[in-house]
């Protein structure tokens, strides 16, 4: 005998086949079924749970378990979906950023096995003092502290990154190949993100390179402007001006944007470096082999 589930489900497939989003947590399709529930003639017993046990056995519904460290994450699939929408939802307002946007933007020729999610901190107060040479002599001395929020998703690796709070700025909005939305941050933050986390990009070579291969899409006043909006307390202004003409590939005059103001300490292109030289002009120590 055809159950209610049965009966209705070629209907509950039209809705979930015009989603506008494939990627859903258990409450987005509890509301979903709350919405429907009269039109599908489902009773009041047919739960939550016995609906999606159904939706998995019986349709492309698919569950995606995700063990991060931190926090697991549960969702559900409908149909086809690439890593990277997945992993720009396995987090409320997360982005894909770091070496992933890299790929994304054609930045490097890798394509790394990782892939690079930002789920933002909570709003913080700015640090009681402001830094001092010494403190950041210190602090650059040490390795630079890495993320353990990572799990396997599918034949890749996700890498939650947890980032500070910006609002999600200069983040923009793609489509991937079967045309499902996810996010990610533009060529500008990229840049940004990847001076101030190198490890999360494949070093400072491959930094160096991202910045050769922008040469003709960034827009140097767009990247300063987010740069400054982003309120670092580090003058990566200095790291970012390094790079642009390291790289040979911008003009002089559009450069000294990033020398608008005296720089006050020496800086440091990463960390824990051994053999380094080092930019009077830019004031940055940097890798000697770079």
């Given amino acids: 005998m055809a159950t209610r589930l049965s009966i209705a489900k070629a209907d509950i497939i039209k809705v979930f086949d015009k989603l506008p989003v494939r990627v859903l947590r258990q409450a987005e399709i509890g509301r979903l079924l709350e919405e429907n529930r009269a039109f599908w003639r489902l009773a009041q017993s047919t739960s ?6 159904y939706l998995l056995e019986s349709t492309k519904l698919q569950k995606v378990h995700l063990p991060l460290p931190h926090r697991a994450e549960t969702l559900f699939i409908w149909g086809a979906v690439s890593p990277y929408v997945v992993a720009s939802a396995a987090k409320p307002g997360a982005y894909l950023c770091h070496y992933t946007a890299m790929h994304l933007h054609e930045l490097t020729d890798q394509v790394p096995e990782t892939i690079y999610a930002n789920f933002e901190q909570r709003p913080v107060a700015p640090p009681a003092s402001p830094p ?14 890495l993320t353990t929020n990572i799990c396997p998703l599918w034949d890749k690796r996700l890498c939650m990154v947890n980032g500070k709070h910006t609002g999600r700025r200069g983040v923009e909005e793609k489509t991937d190949a079967d045309g499902l939305p996810f996010s990610v941050t533009g060529i500008e933050r990229t840049l940004i993100d990847i001076t101030v986390r190198p490890a999360y990009a494949g070093g400072v070579s491959e930094v160096l390179e991202a910045y050769r291969r922008a040469a ?3 827009s140097l006043n767009k990247l300063s402007a987010t740069l400054k909006k982003m309120e670092f307390v580090y003058p990566y202004e200095q790291s970012i001006g390094f790079y642009l003409e390291h790289s040979g590939a911008y003009e002089a005059s559009r450069i000294e944007l990033f020398r608008a103001h005296p720089f006050k300490f020496d800086f440091y292109l990463t960390y824990a470096m051994k053999k380094t030289k080092y930019s009077a002009r830019w004031r940055v120590h940097f890798p000697a082999g770079l």
């Fill in 48 to 53: 939550l749970g016995l609906f999606i046990k």
């Fill in 132 to 145: 001092t040479q010494a403190s950041i002599d210190a602090a650059f001395r040490r390795p630079q502290r």
């Fill in 216 to 218: 003709d899409r960034v």
